[in-house]
C-alpha cells in the first residue's frame, strides 16, 4: 500500500468518472456492446425515458445550483423583459423591415420602447459595479432570461463594468441562443420551465420587469402571487414601464372588483429609469452603496 492509502481519508470506493473509464476499457463483447450494459448514468436513451422525469427534474435543480454556489452567488437581481424591443442601435433595421401600415406601426411602439434597453442595461451597470459581498458570496449579480433585447441589455450592462452575469435560457422548438453578454459558466439551459422559475427566484433579493409579453406576464404575475400569499418573502419588485402594464393590465380594476386587496397594489414599485429602481433596491435593504 501507498503512503496516501494508509491514510484514513483516503477514499475507499473509485470515484464514477474513474469506473467510467475502466467500464470503457471493457473488452467489446455480444453482451458489453448491448444498451443494457452500460452504466446507467451514461445511458442517455435511458436518461430519457418518461419514467425518469424525476431524476431530470432533480438534475436540472441540482446543475445550477451547484455551480451558482462555487462560483459565490449569494443573491440576484433578476430582469424580465421582452425579447422583441430593440436596442437603440437597431431601431432603424426594425422601422425598415416593416412593410404594411400595420407593421409599420408595431414597429413604431416597439421602438418608442427602446428607452427600456438602455434603463435595463444601466441599472444592471448600477447593481454589478456596487459589488457588494457578504459573507464571501457576491450579492445582486444580473440574472436574465439569457435571450435578446431587454436580456441581452442586462447582461450587457454588467458586461461592460467588467462583472459576471448569469443567463438561465430555455430549451424552444426554434433556435433560441445565449446572448453574448451571459458569462459562459453561469450560462444555462432548461429543459422545464418549472426549474427555471425556481432558479430565478431561488436567489433573487430584487426583480425588475421590463415591458413584455406572456413569457414577462407569467414570470410577472406568478412572483407576485407567491409575494401576495406569503409563500416568498418580500422583496423589491421593480414595474418598469407604467403607462404600457396600464394599458395591458387594469390593476385599479382588479383591487375595485375586490378580487385583490388594495394593499396588494404596494407589492410592486413604480419605475421608469434605472436610477428609480436602484433608489427602491436601497432603500428597501438600507444599502449604502450605489
Known amino acids: 500500500m501507498t503512503e496516501e492509502e494508509k491514510k484514513l481519508t483516503d477514499r475507499r470506493f473509485y470515484k464514477a468518472e474513474q469506473e467510467a473509464t475502466f467500464a470503457g476499457e ?3 463483447t455480444l453482451q458489453t456492446r ?9 445511458d442517455t436513451d435511458f436518461l430519457l425515458r418518461d419514467e425518469l422525469r424525476p431524476v431530470r427534474f432533480q438534475l436540472e435543480l441540482l446543475k445550477p445550483e451547484m455551480l451558482l454556489e462555487e462560483a459565490n452567488i449569494g443573491s440576484t437581481l433578476v430582469m424580465y423583459g421582452s425579447a422583441r424591443i430593440p436596442s437603440p442601435e437597431k431601431c432603424d433595421e426594425v422601422l425598415a423591415m416593416a412593410s404594411s401600415d400595420e407593421d409599420k406601426k408595431v414597429a413604431e ?3 418608442a420602447k427602446a428607452k427600456y434597453y438602455e ?3 444601466k441599472l444592471a451597470r448600477i447593481a454589478s459595479q ?5 459573507k464571501g458570496m457576491r450579492q445582486f449579480v444580473v440574472c436574465s432570461g439569457g435571450g435578446p433585447s431587454i436580456m441581452e ?12 452575469s448569469l443567463g438561465l435560457n430555455i430549451v424552444l ?3 433560441q441562443a445565449p446572448n453574448p453578454y451571459v458569462t459562459p459558466r453561469l450560462s444555462f439551459q432548461f429543459h422545464y420551465f418549472a426549474l427555471r422559475k425556481m432558479h430565478f427566484l431561488l436567489r433573487a433579493r430584487a426583480v425588475a420587469v421590463f415591458p413584455g409579453g406572456f413569457g414577462t406576464l407569467d414570470e410577472m404575475l406568478e412572483m407576485i402571487t407567491l409575494i401576495q400569499t406569503g409563500k416568498m418573502k418580500p422583496i423589491p419588485v421593480l414595474l418598469y414601464g407604467r ?3 396600464e394599458k395591458v393590465i387594469n390593476f385599479e380594476a382588479l383591487a375595485e372588483e375586490g378580487v385583490i386587496a388594495r394593499r396588494d397594489l404596494d407589492l410592486f414599485t413604480w419605475c421608469e429609469t434605472a436610477e428609480d429602481g436602484w433608489k427602491a433596491i436601497r432603500a428597501f435593504y438600507d444599502l449604502d452603496c450605489g
Open 173 to 175: 422548438p426554434h433556435e
Open 34 to 42: 448491448h444498451p443494457a450494459y452500460q452504466l446507467a448514468f451514461q
Open 119 to 121: 434603463e435595463a442595461r
Open 130 to 134: 456596487c459589488g457588494l459581498v457578504e
Open 109 to 111: 411602439r416597439l421602438v
Open 153 to 164: 441589455a442586462a447582461n450587457r450592462g454588467a458586461h461592460e463594468v467588467g462583472a459576471e
Open 243 to 245: 403607462e404600457f402594464w
Open 26 to 28: 471493457q473488452t467489446g
